[in-house]
T-cell receptor
Framework: DSGVTQTPKHLITATGQRVTLRCSPR?????VYWYQQSLDQGLQFLIQ???????AKGNILERFSAQQFPDLHSELNLSSLELGDSALYFC?????????????FGPGTRLTVL | EDKVVQSPLSLVVHEGDTVTLNCSYE??????LLWYKQEKKAPTFLFML????IEKKSGRLSSILDKKELFSILNITATQTGDSAVYLC???????????FGDGTTLTVKP
């Protein structure tokens, strides 16, 4: 158990809908990272927050957004969902914002868009 | 754009065999390379490498980095069925937290 929690575990929804994925980092960690893992692709970095501020951005679609709250939990919002958004979404956390060291991954949220 | 390429994509061996997984990279301002193991759930950390030629070891697993030739290898000796997993290589970008992951090597160890 990495200490990172993610809810929900599974999510099934329809195209065009909007969902929110939630992540709580390890106690004391200030940085949260979001990744998407599709069946035919590796882990794709989406976005990073550090102490409430956006720190780095990857290939995140405009339909996706995220934020980190004062209690350091983070939410990833996915809207106008498409079939291709079906994937495992992981969040990871670290103490610092640099990302050079190991990241601690949550168990993931499996999103299925029908 | 940063690039991380792992090979082979897939490997099937028998228990007791030794395997070598490869990771090559092209990144600007390299700082570290990390190996993770993913067993149908979240990736878990194995090694972080920052210096060339210094082997990191943990039990039957070991890894080494070559910063001149821009690659790393992960060795697993005396493989066990529990080693079956996807092994991921990641290289963080100097732009804060942006890490580039390879597509992974899927290792299957048969009894």
């Amino acid at each position: 158990d990495s200490g990172v929690t993610q809810t929900p575990k599974h999510l099934i929804t329809a195209t065009g809908q909007r969902v929110t994925l939630r992540c709580s980092p390890r106690s004391g960690d200030l940085s949260v990272y979001w990744y998407q893992q599709s069946l035919d692709q590796g882990l794709q970095f989406l976005i990073q927050y550090y102490n409430g501020e956006e720190r780095a951005k990857g290939n995140i679609l405009e339909r996706f957004s995220a934020q980190q709250f004062p209690d350091l939990h983070s939410e990833l919002n996915l809207s106008s969902l498409e079939l291709g958004d079906s994937a495992l979404y992981f969040c990871a956390s670290t103490l610092a914002g640099t990302g050079y060291n190991e990241q601690f991954f949550g168990p993931g949220t499996r999103l299925t868009v029908l | 754009e940063d690039k991380v390429v792992q090979s082979p994509l897939s490997l099937v061996v028998h228990e007791g065999d030794t395997v070598t997984l490869n990771c090559s990279y092209e990144v600007t301002n390299f700082r570290s390379l990390l190996w993770y193991k993913q067993e149908k759930k979240a990736p878990t950390f194995l090694f972080m490498l920052t210096s060339s030629g210094i082997e990191k070891k943990s039990g039957r697993l070991s890894s080494i980095l070559d910063k001149k030739e821009l690659f790393s290898i992960l060795n697993i000796t005396a493989t066990q069925t529990g080693d079956s997993a996807v092994y991921l290589c990641a290289v963080p970008n100097t732009n804060a937290g942006k890490s580039t992951f390879g597509d992974g090597t899927t290792l299957t160890v048969k009894p």
